[in-house]
């Protein structure tokens, strides 16, 4: 019931697509969903999050749509560059305890 | 930049030996975190710290201990290394006064055990 699962481990998109990474979770608990960008020789860092009370967040091309009653949420790249190229992780957590991450999708943009 | 820095950020080391990577930060935060990566694994919580000397463990905390005398530094000890130790190793802090998600990573510490 504590797993975020995500997909696909990983994806390659032509530069200008659109690349969509997926997650799931179990815990009606968790109210805060996070993703993380990483690249490589670096530590993951917050790319852009969400709380349960709204169904999208929009940052620049960087898009969150959550879906509470198939606890279900996913990150949009719109006209995807290939600087976006690195490892995005999803989490979640409840409040005031651990954050649970997924396991991580190594996102390739062709040039 | 949330002011945490990893010490060492790599190390080669044999089986059975003793090793201490250190976690330090600058802004006086009071949670924070020690995630091993690995592929096909993401990041997995080690231990993690909510003040001075109040620590906790994680989901893969067997093998490891952890130390936190000073606000500012977290230290992560393996006390006998063994070869599936090999990792990176993030130290983490939490910017919020509340257990949350808004984690910041330092830059990670490779470690390999021969």
């Known amino acids: 019931q504590q797993q975020v699962k995500q997909s696909p481990q990983s994806l390659i998109v032509q530069k200008g697509g659109i690349s969509i990474i997926n997650c799931a979770y179990e815990n009606t608990a968790f109210d805060y969903f996070p993703w993380y960008q990483q690249f490589p020789g670096k530590g993951p860092a917050l790319l852009i999050a969400i709380r349960p009370d709204v169904s999208e967040k929009k940052e620049g091309r960087f898009t969150i749509s959550f879906n509470k009653s198939a606890k279900q949420f996913s990150l949009h790249i719109m006209d995807s560059q290939p600087g976006d190229s690195a490892t995005y992780f999803c989490a979640a957590s409840p409040r005031d305890d651990k954050i649970i991450f997924g396991k991580g999708t190594r996102l390739h943009i062709l040039p | 930049d949330a002011g945490i820095t990893q010490s060492p950020r790599h190390k080669v080391t044999e089986t059975g030996t003793p090793v201490t990577l250190r976690c330090h930060q600058t802004e006086n935060h009071r949670y924070m975190y020690w995630y091993r990566q690995d592929p096909g694994h993401g990041l997995r919580l080690i231990h993690y710290s909510y003040g001075v000397k109040d620590t906790d463990k994680g989901e893969v905390s067997d093998g490891y201990s952890v130390s936190r005398s000073k606000t500012e530094d977290f230290l992560l000890t393996l006390e006998s290394a063994t070869s599936s130790q090999t990792s990176v190793y993030f130290c983490?802090?939490?910017?919020?006064?509340?257990?949350?998600?808004?984690?910041?990573f330092g830059e990670g510490s490779r470690l390999t055990v021969l």
């Open positions: 983490a802090i939490s910017s919020g006064t509340e257990n949350t998600g808004e984690l910041f």
